[in-house]
């Protein structure tokens, strides 16, 4: 495998909140690893915006410190380079001071980004300021982070907010689940293959099983989970993204505003959500490990850490087929992946004994990326035709080489992405509101009634009741490991 890198224009990005935890952890160590692939012209720059008092060289002591914690083993020996390229201005985004001192730094001509790395309660105040201080102007940028509203209503608020000041070209809504590899390989398995594509519909395909398991609690995060739960954390944005690309329509160019259309055509034709086909569940301690009530320091909280639903498409594609949902933290491994199981062979040749045979195709985001297609066979040696299922089995790293696992992370191909001006891996302003349409009545199903979630044990697969909703229906779900 070649990989490609091809060097973006000369930019000038601003990262506000430069000296946070996003920033920290993601943005700039994504920054260094694009650098150091040589995907930066040397006149990019980095400049840092925060409230904190803090000169250049103090801001670049704080960058080099967190590429040491999550860059270091995919760095290169160029760093003071890359050092050189940042700067820092203290900046008050619901004050004037530092904004003139901004706009002076930022006076050439090349691609500007603004990185709001901060809470959406300051996207609306920092976009009026861009404008006011003239730097909205042209084709000049915006990145917002998720959570992008926490309803409908904050997020139509937002939306209109960010309107004011900037066209919809200009805003880049960040999920990242986007930018992942192999979530831009769902799009590449269904619509660069002619043998799926026919099969790819509710005459085929039985059901659809989404998980995304993770093993850690919500350690340190505890404030923000207790007000958003699994539901907004997860699945009105990653969840859904994935959603949409495994049923959406092919679109007729891969073109930002096409794609995006056709995931849109799928969130709106999303049935509403029965509450007896929602399942919600809270971890519990385990040992020294505190339990999730602990986390969000609140004895009574109604939050979920785990949810399994049943969502239904309505469209000529997908009606009668299910698509099961589920996603939970302090699970039994950490799997993100996609099942498509298709129905039975319509008339057995072969007899009762054969069994019940299904081709199963498993998309695996992570970890060990790859796809893996259950085909029935004969059970080898004599003694009758007996069927058994055998995994063709593609893990892309075995298959691709090691430069498959030297791919760029979500916010490397994201951030340079809005530096190339390409908003196809971002989410529309009406592609969110869709979503928070449809999520809205499923959290006040359980909210109008004051419903409680039940308990699960780390390190299993989420509450049983969860498994009772695809046995109801004479379907299991897929086993949750590694
Ligand atoms: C974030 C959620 O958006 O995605 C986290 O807020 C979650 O709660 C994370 O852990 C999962 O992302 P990834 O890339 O680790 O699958």
Known sequence: MVS????????????????????????????????????????ARIIGASRADMDDAEWRDFVGAALDEFAAAKGCADRGRFLAMLSYVSLDALGDTGWDRLASRLDRDCVRAFYFSVGPGLFGPLAERLQRYGLA?????????????????????????????????????????????????????????MLFEPLWNSQYVDHIQITVAETVGVDGRGEYYERAGAM????????????????????AQFEPDAVRDEKLKVIRALDPVDARDVVRGQYLADGARPGFKEHVENAESTTESFIALKARVSNWRWAGTPFYLRTGKRLR???????????????????????????????????????????TIKEPGPGGMRLIDVPLDMTFAQALGPEAEDVPDAYERLIMDVIRGNQTLFMRGDEVEAAWAWTDPIIASWEEVGARPLTYDTGSSGPEEALALMHRDGRRWREIRV
């Open 4 to 43: 490609r890198v091809i060097p973006v224009d000369p930019f000038d990005l601003v990262v506000i909140g430069g000296t946070g935890d996003l920033a920290r952890r993601k943005i700039l160590p994504a920054l260094y690893r694009r650098f150091c692939a040589g995907q930066m012209p040397e006149d």
């Open 137 to 193: 102007e042209g084709d000049a940028r915006i990145v917002v982070e998720k959570p992008f509203g926490h309803d409908l209503a904050s997020a139509r608020a937002l939306n209109a907010d960010l309107a004011r000041h900037f066209q919809e070209s200009q805003i880049y809504r960040i999920d990242h689940y986007l930018g992942k590899e192999t979530v831009q390989n769902l799009m590449a398995i269904r619509f660069g293959n």
């Open 232 to 251: 907004r954390d997860m699945v009105q944005n990653h969840m859904m993204q994935l959603l949409c690309l495994i049923a959406m329509e092919p679109p």
């Open 333 to 375: 491994a950490r799997t993100t992946e996609i099942a498509v199981v298709f129905k039975d062979t319509p008339h057995s040749i072969f007899g009762p004994e054969a069994g019940q045979h299904r081709n199963i195709l498993t998309i695996r985001l992570q970890p060990n990326e790859g796809i893996d297609l259950g085909v």
